[in-house]
């Protein structure tokens, strides 16, 4: 049974929300505020995923976020009232896999979990190791090495990079990205692809300034010389 973490200051929500995940046969964990929501995260290491309001106690959802990413890349929905461009932006800037607005129904919520768990679990490529210089993706493993050393990615960053190495030299528009990593039914902004692909590069150092390349007005390139190395 996959754990959940539902961290939220309301205790209406963190039960409903908690009773549908139960029905649909997960082990939701419950926290009333940031503090514990990240000690629940470190008691349980095999969490699957996790749902974080924003405006919570002691530590706000985004400093939740930006904690957890530092160590893992388990995916992370924001279920919050707040519905603010500047919002959606700081929480996907923070690590945030997908963005919800309350009220939202608690069956379309189910939906986006178990896409974003569906997601990360199977790879949409078909081959099993991508590599260029010294950078590896292993689809079947869902591990990134770069220089020999691993590389904690977000599902979003994740699925990014592994678009870029499996199609060298294509340009991929930011619009392309949104409806194939974040999913037709995604609301928010075409920019969200820059700060997730910004923050890719930073991650890979040298090799993401070197081979991630923008094609301003369109998106998004991988780039490589004619021998595969750069």
Request: aromatic content about 8%; glycine content about 6%; charged content about 30%.
């Amino acid at each position: 049974m996959k754990k959940i973490i539902v961290a939220d200051d309301e205790e209406l929500i963190r039960r409903l929300v908690s009773d549908f995940l139960t029905a649909e046969g997960y082990e939701p964990l419950q926290a009333d505020d940031g503090d514990v929501a990240l000690q629940l995260f470190e008691e349980n290491p095999d969490t699957a995923l996790i749902i974080l309001d924003i405006m919570m106690p002691n530590m706000d959802g985004w400093e939740v976020c930006r904690k957890i990413r530092e160590t893992s890349d388990v995916p992370i929905i924001m279920l919050t009232a707040r519905s603010q461009e500047y919002d959606q932006l700081t929480a996907f800037d923070a690590g945030a896999d997908d963005y919800v607005t309350k009220p939202c129904s608690p069956s379309v919520l189910m939906k986006r979990v178990a896409v974003l768990l569906k997601r990360g679990e199977n790879s949409p490529n078909n081959a099993k190791v991508l590599s260029v210089d010294d950078l590896k993706l292993d689809s079947f493993a869902h591990e990134v090495w770069l220089d020999g050393k691993s590389i904690s990615l977000t599902l979003k960053e994740y699925g990014i990079l592994q678009k870029l190495l499996a199609a060298p030299g294509r340009v991929f528009s930011r619009e392309q990205m949104l409806d194939d990593i974040w999913g037709f039914d995604f609301d928010g902004d075409v920019r969200t692809v820059d700060s997730h692909v910004a923050r890719l590069r930073t991650k890979l150092g040298s090799w993401g300034s070197q081979h991630i390349k923008t094609i301003y007005g369109t998106g998004y390139k991988l780039e490589v010389s004619k021998d595969g190395k750069n």
